[in-house]
């Protein structure tokens, strides 16, 4: 008896894959970082919260404040200054 199993599963008779790899000007990867934004990772000891704080304008000091009680906080950038990145503020 006619065991004609319809055959499916054969779909993928011309797939059509019309790549258009036109290299026109692919967009120019963008400096994620562009004047790099200076900042020190604190870590606020008063209320143990980590936080960064950015540099002032003038770039002699990093500036900032605790995120849960405002405190402020002033790292001046001095001569031969810190070449670390991380304080912890008390
Ligand atoms: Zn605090």
Known sequence: MGDLIAGRGCGMAGEHVDLTSEASGRPAPQPTEREQQKFL?????????????????????????????????????????????????Y
Request: with cysteine; proline share 6%.
């Open 41 to 89: 990772g604190v870590t606020f000891a008063c209320c143990d919260v980590y936080a960064r704080i950015y540099q002032n304008r003038e770039q002699t000091a990093y500036v900032g404040a605790c995120p849960r009680c405002s405190k402020p906080l002033h790292i001046g950038i001095g001569p031969g200054g810190t070449s670390s990145r991380f304080f912890t503020a």
